[in-house]
């Protein structure tokens, strides 16, 4: 098999898996004994988690080989999810998140490990583009088998679903291990087995490298598309928590329009991260991307003000294609910009460092929406989403106006 279809085929399979118990990791832990505030404890614990070791995990795969530690969170993750199905312990399932939460970095890895095998490095958008399309496709197909297998077992449904996940977590290990070694990794590895023959010596040469490594990076240079995933994230988070709720209580609609709802823009989605090669091409001359994140961030801002005030249901559906549009590209952009920014020898802590300021917004944006829909309704978290939104165009707008003042010099 091809190296580009192994990782279409992984980021297929860890996006399904994933979505096969998280729906439903709130309600098994109420089941458990867990009372409301441990609950929202718990759902703090794996971003927090995520946060911190995020850019760990990525530095110690550029130092180390990132397929050797991805197939080291694979197996973690694979045991911690049979684990979390069986377990009764409020304690242990507690803990086991936290686990998770510092070893679930599929994603993070695949995307740092797979330009690695790309031949030309002008396909990495495209690569990009497809992981998240069939990533969308394995998100809605493992969020329909949970609800099918929920219903048929109630008793037993989360159990068979973590064992299920834990056994495509083992499939991903195979896969990632039937990658051919590069020419990178081979290097590294030879250089461990002269610098370190003792098991110790090899733990504190890594630790040494890997903090080298996340100190040598001059992450001043990086701040502007830091600050644009944290507004993208914030925007993005607030959208999502909130649409279901807007739909029901602004438009009257049942679940089963909101499914047909979340299908079609799953679809505009899944069609748009296909064709990122083709809309690249309008955007040759825009070699530091910040046309693109202009324009992004205004179609973000026009689509958000637009949901929020919008009379009737069909307006709100015309417009979810911008949003779609806007939202799918700002992801594989943000993360284009990271990756050729960063160059091969940094790129793992650099997506690890991006991973980590999009948790830090996950662990905030419940607490804003929250507060919001409490005091002054559903409506105005849309239109906050729209003014972290204005907070990246303003500043993509400055960026932009500074690369042409440049390129006029």
Known sequence: MKPSWTFLLVGFLDLMSIFLIL??????AKELGFN??????????????????????????????????????????????FWLGITSSLLVFFGLRILLGTFKHTQLLTKALAPDYLENPD??????????????????????????????FPNSGFTIMCVILSAFFVINAGLINSLPETSREKKDKSAAAFEASKILDLTVDTLKKTINKFYSIDWVTYWDIFVFKLVLSASVGLYYSNFRLFLMTEHGLSHVYLGYIVAAEGIVSSIINNSVAYINKFYVNDKDYSQRILHIFFLIVFSLVGLALVPNVYLFVVLLIPKAVSF????????????????????????????SVRSI???????????????????????????FATIGLVLSYRVRLKSIHEKTK
């Not at 729906?23 to 098994?28: K, L, N, Q, T």
């Not at 700002?330 to 997506?351: C, F, K, M, Q, Y």
């Not at 419940?366 to 729209?386: M, R």
């Open 23 to 28: 729906p439903y990791v709130d309600i098994h």
């Open 361 to 387: 917004a996950g662990i905030v944006t419940p607490l804003i929406s929250g507060v919001i829909n409490h005091y002054l309704g559903v409506t105005y978290a849309f239109l906050t989403a729209a003014l």
């Open 36 to 81: 409301h505030i441990q609950i929202g404890l718990l759902g703090a614990v794996y971003p927090g988690c995520q946060m911190i070791s995020s850019p760990i995990v990525g530095s110690i795969g550029d130092v180390r080989g990132r397929r050797t530690i991805l197939l080291y969170c694979l197996i973690v993750c694979a045991i911690t999810y």
């Open 123 to 152: 396909d990495i958008s495209t690569l990009y583009g497809r992981l998240m399309s069939l990533g969308s496709l394995g998100l809605a197909l493992g969020s329909v088998l949970s609800g099918y297998a929920m219903e048929a």
């Open 328 to 355: 799918s590209l700002a992801r594989i952009v943000s993360l284009e910009v990271v990756a050729t920014r960063g160059g091969p020898d940094s790129r793992g802590t650099l997506i690890g460092a991006f991973s």
